[in-house]
Nanobody, 131 residues
Framework: QELLVESGGGSVQAGDSLTLSCTVT????????MAWFRQAPGKQREGVAA????????MYADSVKGRFTISQDNAKNTVYLQMNSLKPEDTATYYC????????????????????????WGQGTQVTVSS
């Protein structure tokens, strides 16, 4: 059974940087997509960044474009989220997600994938940005 192991969260000041990591373990094949979602207290979970290993294509939420970068290391089955110029509104629990053995419609339609398009989730890592 596949597991996603996240790391890299923490508490920082506005303007600082953090890098989150997510490693897939127990898998026998590569995911069709990996993504980061986040959920702030009292808010719905939202997509942040997604990557599609086969094409190398990436997608970002408008709120993080130019500040966050998603990348992958296929040899390590790991995806990273480099977060620069962090803002207090980036405070949330960040979740790694993977689409294992299923197609991601969002990639085909050119829109950010929805949560239900991912079938494997990490437990989340907290990111807190203070002003």
């Amino acid at each position: 059974q596949e597991l996603l192991v996240e790391s890299g969260g923490g508490s920082v000041q506005a303007g600082d940087s953090l890098t989150l990591s997510c490693t897939v373990t127990g898998n026998t094949y590569s995911p069709n997509s990996m993504a980061w979602f986040r959920q702030a207290p009292g808010k719905q979970r939202e997509g942040v960044a997604a990557v599609f290993p086969a094409s190398g294509k990436t997608m970002y939420a408008d709120s993080v474009k130019g500040r966050f970068t998603i990348s992958q290391d296929n040899a390590k089955n790991t995806v990273y989220l480099q977060m620069n110029s962090l803002k207090p509104e980036d405070t949330a629990t960040y979740y790694c997600a993977a689409a294992m053995g299923i197609a991601v419609l969002g990639e085909l339609l050119g829109r950010f994938p929805e949560q239900h398009e991912y079938n494997t989730w990490g437990q989340g890592t907290q990111v807190t940005v203070s002003s």
